[in-house]
């Protein structure tokens, strides 16, 4: 589905920069924002109770281009620390 959206100048200067902050065309920037949007209003009665930091990462991960989702690497969280600080990794 195409859809035009005639924004407001502060907003599209805000959308604009956040694009670019993060490397994406327009575009898919807002696209990205939209589904955040979709997620959160499909959540369950359970899923609403769901801890914050929950929410927040299911949030976050809707933001991150499809593409790059697919470079992160499969133990990224069991081995934050290493990929973040350089600390050894866990191997289990």
Do not use: W
Request: aromatic share 6%.
């Amino acid at each position: 589905m195409t859809l035009t959206l005639d924004l407001p100048p502060h907003l599209e200067a805000k959308f604009q920069a956040e694009a670019a902050r993060r490397g994406i065309a327009l575009p898919q920037y807002v696209l990205n924002v939209l589904e955040s949007q979709a997620t959160t209003e499909d959540a369950t009665p359970e899923e609403e109770q769901a801890h914050p930091v929950l929410r927040l990462a299911e949030k976050a991960r809707t933001l991150i281009p499809p593409e790059e989702r697919g470079a992160l690497p499969p133990d990224a969280a069991k081995n934050y620390k290493h990929y973040l600080y350089g600390s050894p990794k866990i191997e289990e």
